[in-house]
């Protein structure tokens, strides 16, 4: 029997509606790393957050509980950057990523005393179920989830890319990202685009947690943490410094994971990582700089 | 002689433990051209970051228009109307011609950007040929042309220039001279901070000479054809 099935119309739909997620979540990690210099490793937590806001508020109409999703993930950024990466801004790029895996674990210590006050680890966000049933297209079974999860990730995509390409505030935080220092000199706020970039990247977090809660409604602690660490990998393989390559990169490697799942067999699929990861080895090797960057990685004068 | 614009008194600036900048004072008057010339290392670009407050001072006082501008961070400071040319130009290279003027509209305060644009693009027109290109493929001096249009949207009380002909071949840095020029007839006040001594000395009311981030003497135009004056300047 051949290790490798055949990969059908059903895996490349599952495998789009998963690089759509990771992208949200690329963009999100790449908003804040593009204005901070800063690798939140948090991240997931956010989304962890939001998905526990989900899972507390199942008994609320469907509005109600996104809405407090929102609003939970929204304050929780806003907080870290003031409380956090506002203070630690001038420090090493080393300084905050440690930093911001002790929040990680912070955020999730929390989290495991909130869950376990019934007794047992694990809730389920159950509000938004009927996005989990199938519709057929064209004789492939696609999730309702799917579809939104695109249509959503390219609404916000294309709305993000206006705002950037279109606006004023978008203008400055491109030259804040592409040399912060001499922004600043030119009168752009710093405090106005971090906190900008801040909130956005919440509001992708919490966007994300919906989708994920749909697609796997068992929260626990460590949710959203497998997906942060391979988006983050993805985000590098596709290039950190600008944000559309680390976009893609997370595009990327959710499309190739989901593809390599549907390829795998059931019984292999504890391969999976194994296989992706190699596969990021590959292109790191062949392509340093990044899967999307343009020529050699040399270091920018 | 009117109140100055700008006023430093007795900054010190360090390094570290490394004083950079010591007692330093001088004035620059409102539509003044003042020059700040002097060896390498002697706190010429140091003045205009500590000025902009990008660099912290360890005593003394900057004052614009007699208002403290200690403690305010660089944004601040060019919100309140003072404009930087940075040395080597810094322009961003991936974005527009346009894109680079309207990020010098961050720090303007009054109405008229779409006026002060235009006024830009008239005085440079290679600026207004090129506002859609991405602005790296500008040669040197265009993207010079490119910084200091940058900086005169805002429409700054007081213009920074940190060695604006750097890098610049010699025609090319007749046309930024030419830019000064003009801008000294629009009544712009400006600091200027350059390696070419004599040029420099011929061009500005007064030129400030620093050695060792101390004011070591103050030349007038007419020292600039005095070549011994020059050279005492920088050695004596």
Known sequence: ?301 | MSDPLLELEGVEVRYGTVPALRDLSFAVVPGEIVGLIGPNGAGKSTTLHAVMGALPLNTGSIRLAGQPLAGLAPEQVARAGIALVPEGRRIYGGFSVEENLRLGLAARQEDGADEALAEVLSLFPVLAEYRKRPAGALSGGQQQQLAIGRALVAGPRLLLLDEPSLGLAPAVVDTVFAALATIRERGVTVLLVEQRARRTVAFCDRTHVLANGRLRTTLAPADADDTRALVAAYLA
């Not at chain 1, 795998?264 to 392509?287: G, W």
Request: with cysteine; aromatic share 6%.
């Open chain 1, 1 to 301: 029997m051949s290790l490798v099935a055949a990969v059908d119309a059903q895996t490349l739909v599952d495998a789009v509606g998963l690089g759509a997620v990771y992208a949200l979540m690329a963009v999100g990690i790449g908003l804040v790393f593009g204005v901070l210099r800063l690798v939140n490793f948090a991240y997931g937590q956010l989304v962890m957050a939001g998905a526990y806001t989900l899972a507390f508020t199942s008994a609320w109409p469907a509005a109600a509980s996104i809405a407090a999703c929102f609003a939970v993930v929204l304050a929780l950024s806003l907080a870290l950057e003031r409380s956090v990466f506002r203070p630690l801004r001038t420090q090493s790029p080393a300084v905050m990523l440690v930093t911001t895996f002790a929040i990680a674990f912070l955020l999730q210590s929390v989290a495991l005393v909130l869950d376990v006050r019934d007794g047992t680890i694990g809730e389920a966000a159950r509000s938004l179920g009927g996005l989990n049933q199938a519709v057929s297209v064209g004789g492939v079974d696609v999730r309702k989830v799917t579809i939104v999860a695109v249509v959503v990730a390219a609404t916000a995509l294309g709305l993000l890319a206006l705002l950037l390409e279109r606006t004023t505030i978008g203008l400055h935080m491109r030259a804040a990202a592409a040399d912060f220092r001499t922004a600043r000199l030119l009168g752009v706020q710093a405090d106005r685009v971090i906190g900008l970039a801040v909130l956005l990247s919440g509001l992708l977090a919490a966007t994300v947690a919906v989708i994920l809660t749909v697609q796997s409604p068992l929260v626990a602690p460590d949710f959203a943490l497998k997906e942060t660490i391979v988006v983050l990998v993805g985000v590098v393989v596709g290039g950190i410094d600008r944000l559309w390559t680390a976009t893609l990169g997370g595009f990327a490697i959710g499309f190739a994971s989901g593809v390599i799942n549907g390829a795998l067999p059931t019984d292999k699929s504890v391969f999976l990582p194994s296989a992706v990861f190699a596969l990021v080895i590959l292109v790191l090797l062949l392509r340093p700089a990044g899967l999307f960057a343009r020529g050699p990685a040399v270091e920018r004068v």
